[in-house]
């Protein structure tokens, strides 16, 4: 089993910035890639990025260019630089981990409000 508990949400104006952190504990050696997702009210889940072992970067064209996935491969931590963030940005953001199994582990979610 592995355990993932986000940090760093909260409430932001226009164009300032967050960063959020996601540590994992449990049986954590066999991990695939890990990530950020969000889901804003009254939409599906969506991938916000994501990095998978070999360090490879993904992320969703909105965020391009604004936010900074880093792991920290010792610490057993993932964390997102959320920067310039724009009212769309606000959601619930989750932090997300696949095993080289392919299970899915989720953590609890963080709240992101970014105000106009």
């Known amino acids: 089993q592995v355990q993932l508990v986000e940090s760093g949400g909260g409430l932001v104006q226009a164009g300032g910035s967050l960063r959020l952190s996601c540590a994992a504990s449990g049986s954590i050696f066999s991990i695939s890639a890990m990530g950020w997702y969000r889901q804003a009210a009254g939409k599906q889940r969506e991938l916000v990025a994501r990095v998978i072992s070999g360090g490879t970067t993904n992320y969703a064209d909105s965020v391009k260019g604004r936010f900074t996935i880093s792991r920290d491969n010792a610490k057993n931590t993932v964390s997102l630089q959320m920067n310039s963030l724009k009212p769309e940005d606000t959601g619930v953001y989750y932090c997300?981990?696949?095993?080289?199994?392919?299970?899915?582990?989720w953590g609890q979610g963080t709240q992101v409000t970014v105000s106009s």
């Open positions: 997300n981990e696949v095993t080289v199994w392919g299970t899915i582990y």
